[in-house]
T-cell receptor, first 111, second 117 residues
Framework: QKEVEQNSGPLSVPEGAIASLNCTYS??????FFWYRQYSGKSPELIMF????GDKEDGRFTAQLNKASQYVSLLIRDSQPSDSATYLC???????????FGDGTTLTVKP | GAVVSQHPSWVICKSGTSVKIECRSL??????MFWYRQFPKQSLMLMAT?????????EQGVEKDKFLINHASLTLSTLTVTSAHPEDSSFYIC?????????????FGPGTRLTVT
């Protein structure tokens, strides 16, 4: 079992729809959770981070964290073709100083 | 803020030569830097982690004598691919992290595309 699991996709949604990206992790000591976006041929860029259970909203993006279920998700509202990318979930155990990335979910938003 | 640069952005070299890639944190001090490799349509693969002033910690399967990492200062880390071969052709990405930002987020450089002919 991988430490951080993501559906590889591809996930395809129509323009304007909500895209839901999911991530589960195995280390219960994890405290910080991150979502990165990686366009094809480019390096990852940080788009959201969340530390506490519940929802965190930033523009069209909402990160959701449930530590009891070891689950973190990213919702993208009003999806745009420019959101088409691979989304990486990263989980950090700050005590161990260790960050682990998932393999990513590829999202395609169709016009 | 939190900008990481890499140089060069792309490089082509002949088989058997060595290539050095620089990674700099421009507006923060990076206590830890990471080096990743990514082949086309594959996921990020962590190669090594380096803390300033310490020897790098390499992931299993990564040859430390082939991929030399130096983290001489809080703003600069270098990766040298020694005696490069065509199978080393890949996208090399560094990232930097600082405790000062409080959350262990990593900021990635733009990557270096290496082609070995």
């Amino acid at each position: 079992q991988k430490e951080v699991e993501q559906n590889s996709g591809p996930l395809s949604v129509p323009e304007g729809a909500i895209a839901s990206l999911n991530c589960t992790y195995s280390d219960r000591g994890s405290q910080s959770f991150f979502w990165y976006r990686q366009y094809s041929g480019k390096s990852p860029e940080l788009i959201m981070f969340i530390y506490s259970n519940g929802d965190k909203e930033d523009g069209r993006f909402t990160a959701q964290l449930n530590k009891a279920s070891q689950y973190v998700s990213l919702l993208i509202r009003d999806s745009q073709p420019s959101d088409s990318a691979t989304y990486l979930c990263a989980v950090t155990n700050t005590n161990a100083g260790k960050s682990t990335f998932g393999d990513g979910t590829t999202l395609t938003v169709k016009p | 803020g939190a900008v990481v640069s890499q140089h060069p952005s792309w490089v082509i070299c002949k088989s058997g030569t060595s290539v050095k890639i620089e990674c700099r944190s421009l507006d923060f001090q990076a206590t830890t830097m990471f080096w990743y490799r990514q082949f086309p349509k594959q996921s990020l693969m962590l190669m090594a982690t380096s803390n300033e002033g310490s020897k790098a910690t390499y992931e299993q399967g990564v040859e430390k004598d082939k991929f030399l990492i130096n983290h001489a200062s809080l703003t600069l880390s270098t990766l040298t691919v020694t005696s490069a071969h065509p199978e080393d052709s890949s996208f090399y990405i560094c990232s930097a992290r600082t405790l000062g930002l409080g959350a262990y987020e990593q900021y990635f450089g733009p990557g270096t595309r290496l082609t070995v002919t």
